[in-house]
C-alpha cells in the first residue's frame, strides 16, 4: 500500500512540474514579447520590466484559462481584466500613463496570428475553417475590449473613491 501511495505522489509531482515548467515558458515568452514590442514603441525604459511582466501575468490568465477548457471569449475577458487592473495600479505607483503598461502588456494576446490564419485558410479555399477562425478571433477581441470596459468602470467605481480618500487625508 505504501508503494503505491509513493507511485502516485510521484505521478501527481511530476504532472505539477511539468505544468509548472510549461508556465514558467510562457511567462518567459510572453515577457519578451511584450518588452520587444515595447521598445519598438520607445517606452520609457524604466517601465519595460513592469510592463513585461503584466504582459506575461496576462498571457498566462489567458493561457490558463483557454487551457482548461474555457472559451476564447471568456479567456480574453479574463485577460484583459488582469492587464486592465493591474496596469491600472501601476500607472498610479509608479506615476506613469496607463498606456506605458497597458498597450505593451496587451501585445501576447491580441490576435494577429490568428486573424492571419483565417485569412490564410479563405486563399486556400477553405470556407468552413476560415469562418471558423474569424469568429474566434472576433470572440477574442470583443472579450478583450469587455473586459477592458468592465475593468475601467470597476476601477473609477472601486478604487478612485478610495485613493481620493487617501489624498484628502493628506
Not at 63 to 75: C, D, I, R, T
Not at 110 to 119: E, K
Amino acid at each position: 500500500i505504501c508503494l503505491a501511495f509513493a507511485g502516485w505522489f510521484v505521478v501527481i509531482i511530476m504532472a505539477i512540474l511539468s505544468h509548472l515548467l510549461l508556465l514558467l515558458y510562457h511567462f518567459v515568452f510572453s515577457f519578451i514579447s511584450s518588452v520587444s514590442f515595447a521598445i519598438v514603441c520607445d517606452v520609457p525604459r524604466k517601465t519595460l520590466v513592469t510592463g513585461g511582466v503584466i504582459g506575461a501575468i496576462g498571457w498566462c490568465g489567458y493561457w490558463e484559462m483557454w487551457s482548461h477548457g474555457q472559451s476564447v471569449f471568456m479567456s480574453s475577458l479574463v485577460c484583459s481584466l488582469l492587464l486592465a487592473n493591474i496596469s491600472q495600479i501601476c500607472a498610479i505607483k509608479f506615476k506613469n500613463p496607463l498606456t506605458v503598461y497597458f498597450i505593451p502588456g496587451l501585445v501576447p494576446v491580441v490576435p494577429g496570428v490568428t486573424i492571419y490564419d483565417a485569412f490564410r485558410t479563405l486563399l486556400l479555399d477553405e470556407y468552413g475553417n476560415s469562418a471558423r477562425i474569424f469568429l474566434n478571433s472576433f470572440y477574442g477581441a470583443v472579450g478583450l475590449a469587455v473586459g477592458i470596459i468592465i475593468a475601467d468602470s470597476i476601477f473609477r467605481v472601486v478604487l478612485s473613491p478610495l485613493l481620493q480618500k487617501k489624498q484628502e487625508s493628506k
